[in-house]
Antibody
């Protein structure tokens, strides 16, 4: 069974940093790209960042470029999101999501999300 | 970054009706790499359509996708009670993806 489980969310002050982690299982991690998608309370889906299987292709939303860094450790079947210079508008539920196939791919398996609240 | 605009924002229909949801891109979506998702309250999104028109595994054939370039449509031929939800389009034709703002399909 495919599973992606996020961790690392919490309450953080504006300007501080936070690192999210995602543990993947039930599929061959190195065969798939992975993404982070967030959803603020009562709002729509907001794509944050994506990474292909070997980290050669990485993309960021304009709203997080230069502040967030996505990475993966294939030996540990894990995905990460390093978030710096956090702003109140980064408050959201952060989902780790598996790509359906290859590099340019829709998203199929979603975790339950880890909440991030940026507030003083 | 490609901006996706979905319309209408809210659609009020009855079970048995036909629903037509639109997604317009600010520039051409490469290779028609456009997906549709359904999200119900308290749940993660579910993939419905990829490549603009290919149904995902297990998706009923009352769901269909069409379009190319910058204009895409999700059609639900006959609405079932479980279809009332929020629908999002997403483009994945480059290393930078994006979602539309969503269409809420509600019971009239």
């Amino acid at each position: 069974e495919v599973q992606v489980v996020e961790s690392g969310g919490g309450l953080v002050q504006p300007g501080r940093s936070l690192r999210l982690s995602c543990a993947a299982s039930g599929f061959t991690f190195t065969d798939y790209g992975m993404h982070w998608v967030r959803q603020a309370p009562g709002k729509g889906l907001d794509w944050v960042a994506g990474i292909n299987w070997n980290s050669a292709i990485i993309g960021y939303a304009d709203s997080v470029k230069g502040r967030f860094t996505i990475s993966r450790d294939n030996a540990k079947n894990s995905l990460y999101l390093e978030m710096n210079s956090l702003r109140p508008e980064d408050t959201a539920l952060y989902y780790c999501v598996k790509a359906h196939y290859g590099t340019y791919s829709p998203l199929d398996y979603w975790g339950q999300g880890t909440p991030v609240t940026v507030s003083s | 970054e490609i901006v996706l605009a979905q319309s209408p924002g809210t659609l009020s229909l009855s079970p048995g009706d036909r629903a037509t949801l639109s997604c317009r891109a600010s520039q051409t979506v490469s290779s028609n790499y456009l997906a549709w998702y359904q999200q119900k309250p308290g749940q993660a999104p579910r993939l419905l359509i990829s490549g603009a028109s290919s149904r995902a595994t297990g998706i009923p054939d009352r769901f269909s996708g069409s379009g190319s370039g910058t204009d895409f449509t999700l059609t639900i031929s006959r609405l079932e009670p479980e279809d009332f939800a929020v629908y999002y389009c997403q483009q994945y034709g480059s290393s930078v993806c994006s979602f539309g703002q969503g269409t809420k399909l509600q019971i009239k």
